[in-house]
């Protein structure tokens, strides 16, 4: 029997006849990743399975440490093929972790091998493999096409340049793929050697002089701007919590002043002048009829040896503990008495915050969209049967799974579309297996239209994507 076999994860009739028949081939809108827009505007190919597989996979990376494999096999100089021989006798000891299920899931469905992946099975995979990747089809372009990607999402600095994008919407590629505006580094007033250099770059693309605080502001909004005529409809904001110290105009431009001729803020003025950034951001946001996301929790860079040596998004972020409920009701409560608190996915890293989030998601609906605030998917640790279970668990006690937009792959790997297949697998089986025990009606009609919902409708509806 192969594995996963196709009914992986279905544990009843219903569950897999919801999946078969209608979750499966349901198309896909990935709203949120991390996938390089010059390797889409590019068509880019990949040279051997290491590139594809392994860079920039920071999951695969913490697995191989756990393996006591040594860092010059994860990141450094070795030979690719030493590399992918690394992962190969790492994989039999990722039983129960959701990397062996995903590393099983790319095989079949992205180069057709139906082979358990270890020391034994390592030099006809690569070599099969490999084979996959030189054929005409396999490239960024054929892989959206493959899994019937409809829109991408990418994730950007408003300092970055758009031309990729523009390249893109000029091809034939009939997956849209739009910038999502993310503009964290703006908050950087307690690192001026940081923050320097970063408005420079955004001087240069605003086309523009940034003296002062009314300058960064006129040219935050017309990269705002720059990025809604580009098909851009979200932004996105990593943050450990939301701000909630309330800041003035003179408070914000004084701050702003300070960093600008070198002088760092402090940990209050920095959280002061986050605030009035993000109420900003928020108003940006409700005009345009914007989605904004927050992904909310993370503890990054713990490792301090390992950050100096490998820099961010290396794999040495955890869950963080910090206190989330408070701040973030301050935040949505100042944007929602403004009369501009715009459509808004909340994501936790954090499974004690599930509740949280998705009671609070609650107190914000306002009427005037459906599902306009958002509880998002398992995020990051979340991303697996476990934490998705707990999410739409949340989700459907406190609020309406319905008009639920699904699921994301949060993801720098072109391999990771089937994450969305391993989303609808989990989907289904709740439902189902719920419907054959008679906690849902048996309508298979009804159920079948919440699967279609969550798996593509939803996120088109909400975003305003017309694909």
Request: negative net charge; hydrophobic residues 40%.
């Amino acid at each position: 029997m192969s594995y996963p076999d196709e009914n992986f994860l279905l544990y009843s009739p219903m569950a897999r006849r919801l999946f078969h028949e209608v979750a499966k081939n349901q198309p896909i809108i990935d709203y949120h990743c991390h996938l390089s827009p010059r390797e889409i505007a590019s068509n880019h190919r990949w040279a051997d399975l290491a590139e594809i597989w392994l860079a920039g996979d920071h999951y695969k990376w913490r697995l191989l440490r756990a393996n006591g494999v040594d860092e010059d096999l994860i990141t450094g100089p070795s030979s690719p093929r030493e590399k992918f021989q690394a992962w190969a006798e790492t994989i039999p000891f990722t039983l129960r972790n959701p990397v062996h299920h995903w590393t099983h899931l790319e095989l079949q469905r992205y180069f057709g091998i139906d082979l358990l992946l270890g020391p034994d099975t390592a030099d006809e995979i690569w070599e099969r493999a490999n084979a996959k990747l030189a054929e005409a089809d396999f490239s960024t372009h054929g892989l959206l096409k493959k899994f019937d990607v409809r829109v991408v999402g990418t994730t950007d600095d408003p300092a970055d340049p758009l031309d990729d994008h523009a390249v893109i919407a000029a091809s034939d590629l009939t997956t849209r793929v739009v910038p999502t505006f993310r503009p964290d580094k703006a908050f950087l007033v307690d690192r001026p050697d940081l923050l320097a250099p970063w408005l420079a770059k955004l001087e240069a693309i605003a086309d523009t002089h940034i003296a002062h605080f009314c300058d960064l502001l006129a040219a935050l909004q017309k990269r705002h701007d720059d990025f809604h005529a580009a098909g851009g409809r979200l932004s996105d904001h990593g943050l450990e919590r939301v701000p909630a110290l309330d800041c003035s105009d003179a408070e914000a431009a004084m701050i702003f002043d300070n960093a600008r001729s070198g002088k760092a803020a402090t940990p209050e003025e920095k959280e002061k002048f986050a605030y009035y950034l993000m109420v900003f951001f928020g108003q940006l946001d409700a005009a345009k009829g914007w989605t904004k996301q927050l992904h909310l929790g993370a503890f990054r860079n713990t490792n301090s040896n390992m950050f100096e040596r490998l820099g961010p998004d290396t794999g040495f972020d955890t869950i963080g503990d910090t206190q989330q409920g408070a701040a973030l009701v301050t935040y949505l409560d100042a944007l929602a008495r403004a009369g501009a608190l715009p459509k808004l996915v909340l994501y936790n890293i954090n499974p004690q915050d599930n509740y949280l989030f998705a009671s609070l998601t609650g107190a914000f609906q306002d009427g005037t969209f459906p599902g306009k605030i958002q509880f998002g998917s398992g995020w990051w640790f979340l991303d697996q049967k476990n934490g998705m279970e707990l999410q739409i668990d949340a989700l459907s006690a406190t609020g309406l799974l319905s008009r639920f937009v699904g699921m994301i792959t949060d993801s720098r790997s072109f391999l990771s579309f089937t994450r969305h297949e391993y989303f609808r697998r989990i989907l289904c089986n709740l439902i189902g297996s719920e419907a054959d025990r008679g906690e849902l009606p048996d309508d298979f009609e009804a159920l079948a239209g919440l699967i279609r919902a969550v798996c593509f409708g939803n996120a088109k509806r909400h975003f305003g994507f017309d694909v």
